[in-house]
């Protein structure tokens, strides 16, 4: 998936901790579940893409850091494994490369679907987000 579902669902896992460490953590768990998802990825080299994506990863992290004291580090969590692949990528190592392709699903689903899960996916996170502070 690309950095916005990653950035919520580690904001939406960052609930569930009581420190950012903790969140952290949650925020990491939660991409190596969603990564099961089916879902189709851009090209890393589709800079225009990648910087439409952080941007907003970062603009509703920091809306949401407002309401949840712990989700900004819970959404660096959820984008962490992919900020490391391409850190390896460009450096030439394979530390975690090897275990973060083994945990993406084999099934490539169609462009629509692929841009429909991770919308749906979103759409879910957010409303999960804005409701109730527990």
Same mark, same amino acid.
């Given at each position: 998936m690309v950095a916005t579902p990653h950035a919520l669902a580690g904001a939406f896992a960052s609930r569930l901790a009581r420190t950012p460490? %903790?969140?952290l953590v949650? %925020?990491? *768990?939660?991409? @190596?579940? @969603? +990564?099961?998802i089916p879902h189709t990825d851009y090209a890393? +080299?589709?800079?225009?893409?990648m910087f439409? +994506?952080?941007a907003a990863a970062t603009l509703v992290t920091a809306l949401l850091a407002r309401r949840h004291r712990l989700a900004a580090s %819970?959404? $660096?969590g959820g984008v962490l494994p992919d900020v490391m692949v391409v850190a390896e990528l460009r450096a030439g190592l394979r530390v975690t490369l090897p275990l973060h392709h083994a945990n993406h699903t084999s099934i490539e689903p169609p462009v629509v679907v692929g841009v429909f899960t991770q919308l749906a996916t979103a759409?879910? @996170? *957010?409303? %999960? $987000?804005v409701g109730p502070v527990r």
């Open positions: 460490r %903790g969140a949650a %925020g990491v *768990i939660s991409h @190596l579940a @969603l +990564d099961r890393l +080299d589709n800079r225009a893409a439409a +994506d952080l %819970g959404a $660096l759409a879910l @996170l *957010i409303t %999960g $987000l």
